[in-house]
């Protein structure tokens, strides 16, 4: 790589996110392969069960429905999808993917990275970010 090209960027996705919202994860997958060659592509998921969140507001996520019965057991096939096709795969207990997300940009290493998520929290992370209004 010379001194001029800009060192691919670490690619985070919010993986529960990706599957809540589209059955065609993989494909979509596929197209960052696409989309960013020679970029890390970290795919992160929210663990199973309660998270901090749930301890700071008891009604955190009181409204949402539950996730649908049949996505389910789609979980652990889409996790081992991500890991065969040589993606980093995030679980991290009692914290959900969009917080991983942002502790990862907000750490201070990353310079260069791309956050890909269509959920509402990640879009309030990121304006916390960049101290967007």
Known sequence: MSENTPAAPLVLVDG?????RAFHAISMLRRLKQ????SVIAVVFDAKGK???????SEYKAQRP???????PQIEPIHNIVRAMGMP??????V????????LATNGTLDNFILIS???DMAQIACRIYDLK
């Open 51 to 57: 998270t901090f969140r749930d301890e700071l507001f």
């Open 118 to 120: 269509p959920d509402k």
């Open 89 to 94: 795969l995030l679980v991290i207990e009692g």
């Open 35 to 38: 989309d960013y060659p020679g």
């Open 16 to 20: 529960s996110s990706y599957l809540y």
């Open 96 to 103: 959900e993917a969009d917080d991983v997300m942002g502790i």
């Open 66 to 72: 539950p996730m649908p019965d049949d996505m389910r």
